[in-house]
């Protein structure tokens, strides 16, 4: 094989190898030696640099010849971007023997162990008082969901089923409907408003999660929170789709 000289820094090439059927692209310097490279390849194909055989072959597959030099330069062999190294192992492993995790044994430490170590995020954040393990932070979150639970039902309290309603949502414009329901549910926490709006602006036809609330068209029925609903004279609106 022509030994040539290269001038450019790097090559980028695509790896293939023996032991697996994949192929990645590296960029390497060309002044590794040949010794260096097949290190540096260790860590693409899994082989060991000392039961490495290199060929190359050019961007059309076409075989170039040997990388057998060890003490030469890889910049001094044809190796341009494109080309593909193949790795042919030597050691004696099989095709997807570094493929298959399944086969690798995994680590498992008890809970106990766990706990006992100081160098793990658990460990930190019990030293840190983060999370759940800030008792204070936790007692006040409780405390303050309490609270909105309190506000919440004393909202609903006000709200009638039956009665006529406008929904005022964030970014929405207003909604009218009826009030269909009034109470906890099994979807979310909380007190929720079930609307059957007057126009098919809604979400569900008054089920949640297989769990039927109120009965209505499809895309009629809505939850929403007590605090957005305003119970009063809202008549239904006039479209005018009965004009001629």
């Known amino acids: 094989m022509e030994v040539t000289g290269m001038t450019a820094p790097t090559v980028t090439v695509f790896i293939s190898s023996s032991l697996n059927s994949f192929r990645s692209e590296k960029r390497y310097s060309r002044s590794l030696t040949i010794a260096e490279f097949k290190c540096k390849l260790e860590l693409v194909v899994g082989s060991p ?7 190359l072959y050019g961007a059309d597959d076409k075989f170039y010849g040997k990388l057998d030099q060890e003490d030469a330069l890889l910049g001094s062999y044809p190796v341009d971007d494109g080309c593909r190294v193949h790795v042919i192992d030597h050691s004696g492993a099989r095709l997807g023997e570094y493929e298959d995790v399944s086969k690798v044994e ?4 008890s809970q106990e162990a766990y706990d006992q170590r100081q160098d793990t995020v658990r460990s930190f954040m019990k030293r840190s008082k983060l999370g759940r393990y800030n008792e204070e932070e936790r007692a006040q979150q409780e405390a303050e969901a309490a609270q909105r639970l309190v506000e919440e039902k004393a909202l609903a309290g006000t709200i009638s089923v039956g009665s006529r309603c406008e929904v005022r949502a964030p970014g929405q414009s207003p909604r009218r409907g009826t009030v269909m329901y009034v109470g906890l549910t099994d979807f979310k926490p909380g007190y929720w408003i079930g609307i059957r709006y007057d126009e098919p602006l809604g979400k569900n036809d008054g089920s949640v999660n297989g769990k039927r609330y109120f009965e209505c068209q499809a895309k009629y029925g809505a939850f929403v929170k007590p605090s957005l609903v305003t119970v009063g004279d809202f008549p239904e609106e006039d479209y005018g789709l009965d004009e001629m």
């Open 49 to 55: 640099a000392s039961c490495m055989e290199l060929e």
């Open 106 to 109: 995994r680590y498992q430490i």
